[in-house]
């Protein structure tokens, strides 16, 4: 994982920007510890990004990334200086709308996706991050017609980046391309 994306997307996104990534960290966690959507959401939204006050505004933290997620990225110094960075706080409702959404219409999305795959890549031969992130974006590509998919497509592509420096990305890019071409043409 290069941290310094991590920090970039951070920096300069904005709340739907950190959501997605947000998302694909809840979505991940999901993934490797079996876990129910609403508990990965209660977590990340009190745990990581603070409670809300009794005035209604977000009692907001510098947020940590997730253990499954640290696991993943297995190299304690990087996990550090990525957990000691500030974050953008997501917007809340679309973090809750793409981890419900995902998780509500996984098998949709994954037959979906599988026709994008190109050769002898299937989703069960994909990552679990790669799997989530495409999930994720396709989820949006299929039932947010209100954003253009050039940036869904890029959002998705940034947090790829966020995660992988190698071929990951473009085969990140290249599913979501085929997949934009057939969902919104």
Known sequence: MSPAAEIEIEKGGNRRSAARLAAVQALYEMDMVDADADAVLEEFLSKRWGGVDSSGQSDAKTPEISD??????????????????????????????????????RDELDALIAPALSGKWTLDRLETLIRVIL???????????????????????????????????????????????????
């Open 68 to 105: 499954a997620l640290a696991a993943y990225l297995d190299d304690d110094e990087e996990a550090a200086s990525v957990e000691d960075a500030p974050m953008v706080e997501p917007d809340r409702e679309w973090l809750g709308d793409l981890v419900h959404g995902v998780a509500a219409n």
């Open 135 to 185: 999930r994720a974006a396709t989820f949006e590509l299929n039932s947010k017609p209100s954003v253009p998919a050039g940036v869904i497509i890029n959002e998705y592509l940034d947090v790829a980046h966020a995660f992988f420096e190698g071929p990951e990305t473009g085969l990140v890019n290249g599913v979501l391309d085929k997949l934009a071409q057939d969902l919104r043409s």
